[in-house]
């Protein structure tokens, strides 16, 4: 039984990616191949800078006399921040996707073929969802995993022309396993906590006659507009909650995708010896600290709220 | 056995338009029905309630299941052509096969290749690039992959050509259609169904005009060529329709002595078009969508 719903989940999810291999495929091979041209073009220009490569081995070995915690704390800043341009462009991807989930094949009648297949709206709602929530983040992972590989072989290269030990020296401080691991467990809370955008774009995207992107825009910025002049009109003065304003901290501040451990640094940075410390960027803690804010259950609430619509909206959907 | 499909006083209206008026269906297993229509009768609208896409008023059971409230569920024994633009046209051919495969219990992938190696259709085409014909080759192949209970076809044929037409209707003849199954078309191209159909229904305005089996259609309805000088004693037994025909005049009866009949001229049994013609009122109206 258990069995047979992943099976089927699964298949879903695949056609997803199936519909949409320019989103979640070529996307992060696209950005890990414009990275590569970014690192391909960065050591050309070092190599005729420094002619005859002295500067470079000698940084290399200056590198690996540093503190260990320090070269630990350098690579996974680094190895973080290859991350982020990888998120911030699948949110994007995201957004559009989800908006265009359950209104494209309405538009093109393909919903025809779809419903006479026995498979509930739920199951396929779900599927959509899924496929932004885990399969989009996985993905870009592998993008991500990729340029983190091509980054740290190259590196290797420079070591060992330094007469370095790559693994001790390189791979060891990036570790990279962890730093994946980190990631994708941060990247599965951050859909969670953005699912009641991600299910405000499918409600809209589960009825809207056209443009849903549009509508699912242009819905919270009138209410947000409207509550802004209310408020003046009323009591001359900006609104204690605003839509708008609650949308975008919503987005700003999840825990993608670097998971600083911003609590812990922040009491350290009064003292005068704080220097940061390698474990405050792969905190397990603040991902999972995260899951305990109400704030967190709330969104969770208004999300499935507006997935029971979504399901409802397509349960009545047909062609027209 | 009981009805395939079963529907008391099945009523949909769109806001003030009534497109299903408290119609009576039943549909036992092992028939060929063709549902007979003008544009905007309520065809689709039917097909759409028993196939759980639209809501409706009144009873209706398809294989016992209640469509609007367990679509996936029925959709297990139910299989659907709409029209011949449907398959996702994202979708390469192997995708959809595999999909079709992995989420209905009832498909075989064997029966399937084994329909598509008679086409021309690769595995790895896109639905956008084949041309009509061959979509609905692979919407058919599909489908008869499946081992359903009720397979609906609306307009399955539309925008074909002859080929492909009558290769259509004859595979799903002779190597789909048997006593356990039902088939369910709606389609504005009658010539090509009535020798295939045991059922008929003619609908317009939301309400069925006509509905019984063909035995019983040709019993009841006769088709008689008369030459002029018996013209006005024809029209003295009050035929349902009239009309000429390099100048002789094919007079339409229902019921009526087949022996008084037989005296007036030449005896056929109608053609369902003409049929339509005569039922439907409206003549110019009703001739176009039945040619």
Known sequence: MIADFFKRMLILVRREVWESPFAFKWTPLMI?????????LALILGARVDNQMSFTLDGIRMWAETDPEQKRLMMTGGMFSIGIL?????FLVVIFYLAGSLYDDRKDRSILFWKSLPVSDQLTVASKLLTAMIAAPLLFLAGIALTHLLILVVASFYALAAGINPFTEVWLPANPPLIWFVMLLGSLVQSLWLLPIYAWLMFCSSWAPRLPILIAFIVPALVGLFQHFWSLLTSMSLPGMNLFVIIFE?????????????????????TVTYSPMADQLVSLKSILQVLITAEMWIGVAIGLLLLAGAVWFRRRATDN | MSAIVHARGLTRKYGSTVALDRVDLEIPAGRIVGLIGPNGAGKTTALKAMLGLTSFQGTLEVLGLNPSKNRDQLMQDVCFIADVAVLPRWARVWQIIELTEKLHPRFSRETCLHYLARTKIHQNAKVRTLSKGMVVQFHLALVMAIDAKLLVLDEPTLGLDILFRKQFYTSLLNEYFDEQRTILITTHQVEEVEHILTDLIFIQDGRFVLDSSMDEVHERYTEVMVGPDRVEQARSLSPIHERALFGRHIFLFDGGDPARLAELGEIHKPGIADLFVALMGEPEQAREQAA
Do not use: C, Y
Request: charged share 15%; no cysteine; hydrophobic share 50%.
């Open chain 1, 32 to 40: 890990f191949g414009f990275l590569a041209l970014m690192i391909g």
């Open chain 1, 86 to 90: 990888f998120h911030q462009i699948m």
């Open chain 1, 250 to 270: 919503r987005i700003g501040k999840g825990v993608m995708p670097s998971s600083i451990d911003w609590q812990e640094v922040m009491k350290q940075g009064n």
